[in-house]
Nanobody, 125 residues
């Protein structure tokens, strides 16, 4: 199985930026169909944020982050990134990366079988 490790979280002021990284080991992302980012705010359900088709590079974003977040990949480093800009206090959450071995139009969390442990993002007013 692939091991996923997130990094890059921290504390920023509203309007600031952060870049999250998700590095894979054990297996390369090329063996998976899609990689996604999910987030869970305090007291809230985990929700989908963004995903990328590993082979083709196509991306998909939740409406709540579209235009502010960008998901990308670096094949050589076997890493996926989530560039977050214009951050808002409501973006405060634990962010998780996840991978699945097939392509689907559904991005619900139960379709992703491999998960990282998450990285905390706090956005102050």
């Amino acid at each position: 199985q692939v091991q996923l490790v997130e990094s890059g979280g921290g504390l920023v002021q509203a309007g600031g930026s952060l870049r999250l990284s998700c590095a894979a080991s054990g297996r390369t992302f090329s063996r998976y169909g899609m990689v996604g980012w999910f987030r869970q705010a305090p007291g809230q359900e985990r929700e989908f944020a963004a995903a990328i088709d590993w082979s083709g590079g196509s991306t998909y974003y939740a409406d709540s982050v579209k235009g502010r977040f960008t998901i990308s990949r670096d094949n050589a480093k076997n890493t996926v990134y989530l560039q977050m800009s214009s951050l808002k206090p409501e973006d405060t959450a634990v962010y998780y990366c996840a991978a699945r071995t097939y392509y689907s139009s559904s991005y619900s969390q139960d379709t992703f079988g491999s998960w990282g442990q998450g990285t905390q993002v706090n956005v102050s007013s």
